[in-house]
């Protein structure tokens, strides 16, 4: 009873307490949000197959392949037969991946994803033939079969094509059958650990506080992105663990963030965190438009010009600099991101404006954050 009553406690002190909010920031998040539990992970799967009854859009003969595997094919259904027997382009070679989810079970169904590997024009219309569905290990997991969805359209004519979406790209909404089970530890040696989704030394101390509050005793950080929490004994079991991580992973907490401003020269997009801080700088920036414009100008001979003379085109350039007025502005030291952009705003910049603003503060070692370009 004390344990409940000390986790309401823990809730309510998360929401109202003005001195944890000044420790750990604003946010606060769940545990689940920012951290996940080792051993509970999603797997791929891949296979290759047959896809049969295309309209005249499959591989081409050249495709040796594809002929290789529709003998492979074949064969197990009691055909005897060889590669030169399949002239026909109404077949398509292709890789099936799929991803099976933590906890699946023998029965379940998952979607998978169709992609061609020769050089089929269109997948539309065409049905997947049963298809095994492998792991790293080399173990069978599931079984795939069905129609294909392309999702669009691929028509051509003799002089326009028009298209929608990937037609040699295919979806199979619960195409593939889950044979197998892929077994899934959480508990290991008494304990279980939760990973943070982003490694950070001050996070996971907090997280590490957030549970022995709750459990005293039980959590324990042994590095940045890993806390190590083994459960009270009457949770040691398979049948309470379940509700022991459930109630861990409801816990608040607050997340740090570290000093980043992230820059997409592609795009003009800047986004920057609110721990972003900036020494005293002084920052004048000014445009400089130049505008050249090219025009023709026709020369006629005159009066006087001899009987060889002929009109002329004749090129000529225009050539205008505008070079606006620069404005310094003094940014304080300790400012917050809201306040730089008010500041930056003033001087009426641009996104990528303030691309080469940015950059430049960092150079001039103002910009206390990393700067990361894409």
């Known amino acids: 009873m004390f344990r409940y009553l000390l986790c309401i406690i823990v809730l309510i002190l998360s929401f109202f307490s003005s001195s944890s909010t000044t420790v750990y920031g604003n946010i606060t998040a769940r545990i689940k949000d920012i951290a996940y539990v080792q051993g509970v992970r999603d797997n791929y799967l891949f296979g290759y197959g047959l896809v049969v009854?295309?309209?005249?859009?499959g591989d081409k003969t050249t495709f040796t392949f594809t002929r290789q595997l529709a003998q492979n094919v074949f064969e197990k259904l009691g055909v005897l037969t060889?590669?030169?027997?399949?002239?026909?382009?109404?077949?398509?070679?292709?890789?099936?991946?799929?991803?099976?989810?933590?906890?699946?079970?023998?029965g379940d169904r998952m979607d998978i994803l169709v992609?061609?590997?020769?050089?089929?024009?269109?997948l539309e219309g065409g049905v997947l033939m049963h298809?095994?569905?492998?792991?790293?290990?080399?173990?069978?997991?599931?079984?795939?079969?069905?129609?294909?969805?392309?999702?669009?359209?691929?028509?051509?004519?003799?002089?326009?094509?028009?298209?929608?979406?990937?037609?040699t790209t295919a979806h199979i909404p619960r195409g593939a059958l889950i044979e197998k089970e892929i077994p899934v530890h959480v508990f290991f040696e008494n304990a279980i650990r939760m990973s943070l989704f982003d490694s950070d030394f001050t996070?996971?101390?907090?997280?590490?506080?957030?549970?022995?509050?709750?459990?005293?005793?039980?959590?324990?950080?042994?590095?940045?992105?890993?806390?190590?929490?083994?459960?009270?004994?009457?949770?040691?079991?398979?049948?309470?663990?379940?509700?022991?991580?459930?109630?861990?992973?409801?816990?608040?907490?607050?997340?740090?963030a570290i000093a980043r401003v992230v820059i997409n020269e592609r795009t003009g997009t800047i986004v920057a965190g609110e721990n972003v801080r900036i020494s005293t700088v002084a920052v004048a920036h000014g445009n400089l438009t130049?505008?050249?414009?090219?025009?023709?100008?026709?020369?006629?001979?005159?009066?006087?010009a001899p009987a060889s003379a002929t009109t002329q085109l004749l090129d000529r350039t225009d050539i205008d600099v505008e070079e606006n007025e620069a404005k310094l502005h003094v940014i304080p030291d300790g400012v917050n991101i809201s306040e730089i952009a008010r500041a930056l705003n003033v001087l009426g910049v641009t996104p990528r404006d303030l691309i080469s603003i940015f950059q430049a503060i960092k150079h001039a070692g103002a910009l206390h954050a990393e700067l990361v370009i894409m």
């Open 82 to 106: 060889d590669t030169a027997a399949f002239d026909s382009d109404n077949i398509a070679a292709v890789l099936i991946t799929a991803k099976i989810h933590s906890f699946a079970k023998s």
């Open 53 to 57: 009854g295309l309209q005249g859009t």
């Open 290 to 304: 130049i505008t050249i414009s090219e025009r023709q100008e026709a020369s006629q001979p005159g009066s006087f």
């Open 203 to 256: 996070t996971a101390r907090r997280l590490m506080g957030v549970v022995n509050a709750m459990y005293p005793g039980s959590a324990q950080a042994i590095s940045a992105g890993e806390v190590e929490i083994v459960p009270p004994p009457e949770f040691r079991t398979l049948d309470k663990i379940t509700q022991f991580i459930s109630r861990i992973e409801e816990l608040p907490v607050s997340p740090d």
């Open 131 to 167: 298809t095994t569905l492998q792991g790293i290990d080399n173990e069978v997991y599931a079984v795939a079969q069905g129609p294909l969805s392309i999702g669009g359209y691929n028509v051509s004519g003799a002089a326009e094509q028009t298209r929608k979406n990937i037609a």
């Open 115 to 122: 992609s061609s590997v020769g050089d089929a024009r269109s």
